[in-house]
């Protein structure tokens, strides 16, 4: 089944303990972007990648990091956590190698907690 | 404002009813998507919509775009309380690598 894959679903974690959010698509895509839901402010894009070793920052890059070592793995890293970063994440992939336009498919979410 | 604003933010009907979303832009685009987000779960792509297109069907899905007012719509027709959920535009702008999406409109049919 084509898909993409968040892990963990839940976190509940303290200020300042360095935590990694993995997704994982099984779909060949070059496309892979990191989102941030919060009520009232839609989706928010942290980071984005065209392809392997090739990534960019989106409109919320500041306290994130990203890997992009292979081409199904793009794990979103949060060196020092703080509690403004408590969020819903998504991770979304593309086929479209340039731009991202065709239509993105999306993780079921992870629901992190920063206290 | 955000790019991909939409309107009105909720939205209550009757199962049966048509419902009608509108979404607001700003500046040039490449194309406009529609997604649909289910309480706390991922959002799922419903249509898209390029700017050289002015409508587009897909089941009880009517997309509408009108670049000269920046302005997109989708109606559901003859919902069912399965369309419960939350409604968001995401639109591509031109120069740009990645969609920007709106605040979205929530949804609500009642059986």
């Known amino acids: 089944e084509a898909q993409v894959t968040q892990n963990p679903r839940y976190l509940i974690t303290v200020t300042g303990k360095k935590l990694t959010v993995t997704c994982s698509q099984n779909?060949?895509?070059?496309?892979m972007s990191w989102y941030r839901q919060d009520p009232g402010l839609g989706l928010r894009q942290i980071y984005y990648s065209m392809n392997v070793e090739v990534t960019d920052k989106g409109d919320v890059p500041e306290g994130y990091k990203v890997s992009r070592k292979e081409k199904r793995n793009f794990p979103l890293i949060l060196e020092s956590p703080s509690p403004n970063q408590t969020s819903l994440y998504f991770c979304?992939?593309?086929?479209?190698?340039?731009?991202?336009?065709?239509?993105?498919?999306f993780g079921p979410g992870t629901r992190l907690t920063v206290l | 404002s955000q790019q991909g604003e939409e309107d009105p933010q909720a939205l209550s009907i009757q199962e049966g009813e048509n419902a009608t979303m509108n979404c607001s832009y700003k500046t040039s685009i490449n194309n406009l998507q529609w997604y649909r987000q289910n309480s706390g779960r991922g959002l799922v792509h419903l249509i898209l919509i390029r700017s050289n297109e002015r409508e587009k069907h897909s089941g009880r899905l009517r997309v509408t775009l009108d670049t000269s007012k920046k302005s997109s719509s989708l109606l559901i027709t003859a919902s069912r309380a399965a369309d419960t959920a939350s409604y968001f535009c995401?639109?591509?702008?031109?120069?740009?690598?990645?969609?920007?999406f709106g605040s979205g409109t929530r949804l609500q049919v009642q059986p």
């Open positions: 995401a639109t591509l702008l031109r120069g740009r690598r990645a969609l920007t």
């Open positions: 779909m060949n895509h070059e496309y």
């Open positions: 979304a992939s593309s086929r479209d190698p340039g731009t991202g336009s065709n239509e993105q498919f």
